[in-house]
């Protein structure tokens, strides 16, 4: 987390039929294994076997390669309206705007023509894997997997689930969130059927959150994740008025957490976007179930819903990684979220300390431009419980990258080479790649990542 590994005039190996990365090296200009072949050969153990097959590609020296950046909680419908109703706490927003909007993917076309729109935007801000969330509506979310495949992306997909506490026009019944669910998941699962290499789609069963399910539907939906052994999607503790519907609508349960946690469905494949309102139970059910969370500060700013302590989740052993939240929140951009992370964690900080409390260890360190990459990146990827394929640039991981390019205009900065900081910097060349990170993460912005690979394949590149 708070370890920043830079490798400079580096090499890395791919093998495109498995899509894995198969070497990494440093300081490939000024060694003796300073061709690319003789590098591979060294990889792969036969120079003979490779030779001729080798595709070499050389990223100029305002280039760099991360890993994908993953965006843990998003709404692929809600594309359509970002940047409207933010004056809105949670509820009275997603009575206003978001049911309307949703509904409304009842209509295949819309689907059709809509999503890969969306895919599009997404994949043009680096992220190579996404958790998304769909409608009700079961064909539609097909369409919604299907674009998702192939674009290339890597994704987890989700038919939204709600029987209860919603409109009349927006809303199912018990057995249809759960039959729904289940035949959707048999279609993506089905629709991929066993094509060479890891699946890119991936159902995730996804009650929308607690005031909108039925306690016997996410008991069915617990059973269908624990059948076909898949990941779980919700919100948890987003917003006050949210926390305080759901203790009056489950007096039983002795927290928020605990709805999900008696439904079966908390455990280490669990992702619950938000969690700002956490009380001493949430944090220990999560803790103890092994679930994940998936941080959304753009989203929690925008709607006013408040600050999730990061740290305090970390410290207790939780994963976290950066969501989106579109259209809760109002970009894309998985770039606005470090920064916003980075933003919530000194506000929170700030507050703390006002209100005369003693910060220990790291507590009080602000989140630093390498700790929101790495959220972004290896948060993320635990976070999607694929930590050991994904997230870094490691071999034998699944070669999921962006390459980011700083010779783009970096508002209001002209050019990065020439900008005061780096200028200054050149005493330390060794600081230089550090710097030039953070304000990739502090400045950047689409225009700056110009290529993006998903298992070893190039989805995404923009013309220069
Ligand atoms: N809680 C339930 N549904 C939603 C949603 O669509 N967006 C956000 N931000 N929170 C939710
Ligand atoms: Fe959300």
Request: net charge negative; charged share 20%; glycine share 10%.
């Amino acid at each position: 987390l708070n370890e920043l590994r830079i490798r400079t005039n580096g090499a890395l190996g791919v093998d495109q039929t498995t899509g894995r990365i198969i070497g990494i090296g440093d300081d490939v200009t000024d060694s003796s294994t300073g061709s690319a072949e003789a590098l591979v050969a060294s990889w792969t153990g036969s120079q003979a076997s490779v030779k001729g097959d080798v595709q070499v590609t050389v990223l100029s020296s305002d280039q760099f390669l991360l890993p994908g950046l993953i965006d843990t909680h998003t709404h692929a419908p809600q594309f359509a309206f970002l940047g409207i109703g933010h004056d809105l706490p949670l509820m009275d927003w997603l009575e206003k705007y978001t049911f309307k909007h949703e509904s409304s993917f009842k209509d295949i076309e819309l689907a059709r023509n809509f999503y890969s729109g969306a895919i599009n935007r997404v994949i043009s801000n680096g992220v190579t894997f996404a958790a998304y969330y769909g409608t009700i509506h079961v064909e539609s979310n097909r369409i919604l997997a299907d674009t998702i495949r192939k674009a290339g992306q890597r994704a987890f997909v989700g038919k939204v689930c709600m029987d209860v506490n919603s409109p009349s026009y927006y809303s199912e019944s018990t057995a249809e969130s759960i039959a729904g669910t289940e035949q959707f998941v048999k279609a993506v699962l089905g629709d991929q059927g066993n094509e060479s290499g890891a699946r890119l789609v991936t159902p995730i069963v996804t009650p929308r959150f607690a005031p909108t399910c039925s306690m016997e539907s996410l008991r069915g939906l617990g059973d269908v994740a624990r059948r076909y052994q898949l990941p779980v999607q919700s919100h948890l503790c987003e917003n006050p008025s949210e926390v305080a519907f759901v203790k009056q609508l489950f007096p039983d349960c002795t927290s928020y957490a605990d709805v999900y946690h008696r439904a079966g469905l908390l455990g280490k494949r669990s992702i619950m976007a938000h969690c700002v309102h956490m009380g001493a139970e949430d944090i220990r059910l999560l803790r103890e179930s092994g679930a994940c969370v998936s941080h959304c500060p753009t989203s929690n700013f925008a709607l006013g819903s408040g600050i999730a302590d990061v740290r305090r989740l970390m410290n207790n052993g939780i994963p976290v990684g950066l969501g989106t939240d579109v259209g809760g929140g109002y970009t894309p951009s998985i770039l606005d979220a470090m920064r916003m992370a980075a933003a919530a964690n000194r506000a929170l900080i700030a507050g703390r300390r006002d209100r005369g409390e003693i910060l220990e260890g790291r507590d009080g360190v602000p989140l630093e431009a390498g700790e929101a990459v790495f959220l972004a990146t290896q948060g993320g990827a635990r976070v999607m419980g694929m930590a050991d394929q994904l997230g870094s640039l490691d071999s034998g991981k699944l070669f999921d990258a962006i390459v980011v390019d700083l010779n783009v205009p970096l508002s209001p900065v002209p050019a990065v080479s020439s900008t005061p900081a780096v200028k200054c910097l050149e005493d330390h060349p060794d600081e230089a790649w550090r710097v030039r990170l953070e304000q990739f993460v502090f400045l950047a912005d689409d225009r700056n990542i110009t290529r993006v690979y998903v298992n070893g394949n190039l989805i995404h590149a923009k013309q220069t």
